[in-house]
């Protein structure tokens, strides 16, 4: 997995509330769509119109926003079902952090296996972010800083936000669920040849015939 320690580009607004993961990858290209293209697809009842062709409205369609590493979002986003299809497409876009009041749980930490970082901050905050990435058009810039637990603002505004340490961690250092356990591989162990000297009844129980 990608480490994610520090991020700088364009932040896309796209205010509207309860944007579930069907939104994000409709249900007819999980079997088909492989995480190489699942971008392609991803967002499709907003991002394009009934004939194919993209929907202008759609902020990341427009110029200054086709290239968005953060999107600033409405509330409960990403809820729905559990698929994390939803992650991989929205990665597959380049973007690589979601900021918005609340999530769906299972999207929130399906990020996390991801190297998505999803950052919780409270309404009037995010209603402050969406003004102004809207204002600068995808001309200005905004930072994060993992390590630092930062955001700020082109206008300069530093924002700190929630992140437990071992999620903190395993963005920085590029690790899911099996990564950070695999750092364990050593203690594991020499904790079963210490405890097999101690209890080696237990791991004769396999043997006996």
Not at 183 to 192: G, L, P, R, S
Request: hydrophobic share 40%; with cysteine.
């Amino acid at each position: 997995m990608e480490k994610l320690q520090q991020l700088k580009g364009v932040a896309a607004p796209l205010p509207r509330a309860n944007i579930d993961t069907d939104i994000i990858t409709p249900m007819k290209y999980l079997t088909s769509a492989t995480p190489d293209n699942l971008h392609d697809h991803t967002f499709e009842p907003l991002r394009f119109m009934a004939d194919g062709s993209e929907n202008p409205d759609f902020i990341l369609n427009k110029p200054g926003y086709r290239d968005s590493v953060i999107l600033i979002a409405g509330r409960n986003f990403g809820c729905g079902s559990s698929r994390e299809t939803a992650v991989w497409g929205i990665k597959g876009m380049g973007i690589r952090c979601v900021i918005a009041e609340s999530f769906g749980d299972i999207f929130f930490n399906n990020c996390f296996q991801n190297s998505v970082l999803p950052i919780r901050l409270p309404a009037e905050v995010v209603a402050d972010l969406m003004a102004e990435a809207g204002d600068d058009q995808g001309n200005t810039q905004f930072q994060v800083d993992v390590a630092a637990r930062t955001l700020t603002t082109p206008s300069g505004r530093s924002i700190t936000f929630d992140l437990t340490p071992d999620r903190q961690t395993a963005l920085l250092e590029g690790l899911d669920d099996i990564g950070q356990t695999m750092k364990e591989d050593a203690e594991t162990a020499a904790f079963q040849d210490k405890d097999r000297t101690a209890r080696p009844w237990i791991y004769e129980l396999g043997t006996i015939d």
